[in-house]
């Protein structure tokens, strides 16, 4: 499980005084304010700040879209910081405090064990060190990360910080872009809880007994789809990035410099690379993996003299302890507190379970992470590309690739541990015996990939890879179960039946497929329903009659003006949330296979009641059952964040992915309002095609906006376009930029 999962399922059970007399011990009590001016620079950085200020151009589009331009690499990632802050400063602040285990610091004790985890997995001397040792020229990019951040802070100084001062090896802190960056190995943040904050750990606790799996709510999946020129109408290969996540967690931008960068995509809030995106000649989209990249270690544990001790090989061995400082907002004070925490061999100790300490071995922060992600941006072949992979550092992220050449590939994670594959490496393993420990780490051509199918396209929704080419997809039996876990999802169902049929496909084409709004989920949910009620008595069939013979003349496919749509989701929902919880993550992604086992436990009975009680919540609702599905499925940007019914929306034809449609719009009630609203689901998306010699065409659109100042005209400028699957065209080439030019400046002017 996530870290992001764990974090959404806890329900933190401490009161603050408690807390205050059980867990920490008090340092001290300081009477400064919680948000401290984060305007601290010297002299000779501002000084510095405006030179390289000085080289770097940022020329915002018609759509507020940031094209930063500069002499050298480092000039470029100074522009693109100094614009993320401009679009949203507190994104990249926020996601900061997160990586460096300070949320304490704005939020108070609720976010208390976030940190800890955060802290016992990612030491900042270790970043540090990285920083320090890191070759020049990376070193400049870093430098010019945090310069580009500092002298936005320095030239607003109405804005208000946590952080007086960044650092350039706070990137090292944050080298994942993805949503659900943080692997526990399946350990949860309540487990975390109980093991540091009771009286302190001990080596005897009660029997563990583990919970079902919960999944997110939030859509944290994505879609990738890559086609061969045998299947385009331009000859040329094609990507398509569609990435599933909570709105607005991304920018949009162009980064070029005169030493070769030359990339355009999505930029996770703080990050200076693009995550997701396409250069002249190539082109990648990542999709959130499932591959296990970070195993849980039960050591037995020992306790001698006051020290802790753990076995490993016949031997006692010390366990290591380290201090961490978590700084508490208690109201307008901050309070610090020290927490001693603990580490083996295999990693930090995240909790315990049936008298074993568990401690995590991953690669969470990681030098080569964050240099692999810079270097693919500047790959102009295949065979660079891969060599940028060859670092084997990205440990959440699958890749569907394609380039001006015509390849097209696909790799199923790439920071791939070698284990012994008789284990279930889904569990805890003994920590005490050598064979459990990591042997190296796969080749890239040893991981689950695809290089050029003869079937002419790739396909992941976070699925399993194995029918990601069709009959051209990889082997499952030459492979490790702890490679691809994955089961299948009604999403990959849907994606694989279009993308098998395609032909000829234009990049209006490929954004018509990515916005298809089939259902697949109700091929398999609805044909037990019907039967139910076929068999069903005289007073039953009466008073479901009408809602029936809707759903059975329903062509399955979402839009504002169905109403057949509105009582599927309301009935499948409550059907999806019959089934047996799954015992894991990876359990909960066979989708396909647990709906049609959950159908299996459900007689007719229960599928009919399940009808009549959304037919009575959408009326009593609504005041009406026969309610159009864009009627109640709206999208809205609040300045405030609070959503409101009687405010301006706009309606949504699109579902959530759990029912098989490939485009996401995942909406729910908000803050007592009747209608539901948007958070979560598509994101920046993008339709790609690779012309010979980096000709280039393609096209974009976020959800909603490029700024987050409810001011700004690009607040909501996209949104219509969003919601209805009409991209704008990307502004790659400067003479196209410069005729849609609305603003031209340096940073700080």
Partial sequence: MSFFKSLEIVKFRFSYSQFMKKHLLILSLFTLPVMALAQQSTRQEVTRYRQEAKSVT??????????????????????LMYSQCEDNFKGIEDNYLYQLGRQTEVSGESKLYTDVQLQLIADSVDAIKDYKTSPLWFKKLMDAFADGINYYLYKHPEVKSVFKHYKPWYALMFTDGSVSATVTGGLSL???????????????????????????EREIGSNGYAL????????????????????????????????????????????????QGFNPHCGWMHTSSNADVGDLYAEKVTKKDGKFYYEYNGQQKPVTERKLV????????????????????????????????????ADNRSYKALLESWLITKANTFAEYKKAMDLLNNATNNTVYADDQGNIAFWYGNFMPKRDPKLD???????????????????????????NPSTGFIINCNST????????????TKYPAYMAPDGQNYRAVNAIRIFSEATKVTLDNLINKGYDHYLTAF????????????????????????????????????????????????WGTRVMQAQPRAKSSEEGTYQTERVAAGLKTLNDKQLLSYLTEAVKTLQTRYGDWKTQWGDINR????????????????????????????????????????????????????????????KVKAKSIMTGGQSTDPNSKHFTDQAEGYINGKFKDVLFYKADVLKHAEKTYHPGS
Avoid: C
């Fill in 58 to 79: 940022i020329i915002r589009d018609n759509y507020g879209v940031p094209h930063i331009y500069g002499q050298t690499d480092a000039n470029v990632v100074f522009g």
């Fill in 190 to 216: 309540s487990e975390t809880q109980r093991f540091y904050g009771g009286n302190g750990p001990d080596v005897s606790y009660i029997k563990y007994t583990p919970s079902a799996y919960q999944p997110d």
């Fill in 228 to 275: 061969s020129p045998m299947r385009t109408a331009s000859k040329h290969a094609m990507l398509y990035i569609n990435p599933h996540v909570p709105f607005y967690f991304r920018s949009e931008a162009e980064l070029v410099s005169k030493e070769g960068l030359n990339v355009y995509g999505a930029i996770t809030w703080g990050q200076f690379f693009v995550y």
């Fill in 326 to 361: 978590i700084n508490v907002k208690d109201g307008d004070k901050i309070v610090s507190h020290t927490i001693t925490g603990y580490y083996t061999h295999h990693g930090p100790v995240l909790g315990s379970r049936n008298g074993k300490w568990l401690a995590l071995k």
């Fill in 425 to 451: 490496w889904t569990q805890p393993v003994d920590g005490s015996i050598t064979a459990t420990e990591w042997q190296g780490l796969h080749k890239l051509d040893e991981i689950v990939h695809v290089y």
């Fill in 465 to 476: 890879p194995f029918t990601s080419s069709g009959v051209a997809s990889p082997d499952k």
């Fill in 523 to 570: 091929d398999v949910l609805l044909p037990p329903l019907f039967t139910a009620y076929d068999a069903a008595n005289d007073s039953t069939k009466a008073a479901l009659k009408q809602p029936v013979e809707l759903l059975k003349a329903w062509d399955k496919r979402s839009g504002v003006n169905s109403v057949a749509v509105t009582l599927a989701t309301e």
């Fill in 635 to 694: 999208y809205q940007r609040p300045a405030n964040g609070v959503f409101d019914d009687n405010a301006p929306s706009i309606p949504v034809g699109q579902v959530a992915a759990t029912f098989g449609e490939l485009p996401s719009f995942v909406s729910r009630t908000m803050n007592g309002t009747k209608k539901r609203y948007g958070s979560s689901g598509n994101s920046f998306i993008a339709a790609v095609d690779f012309g010979p010699n980096g």
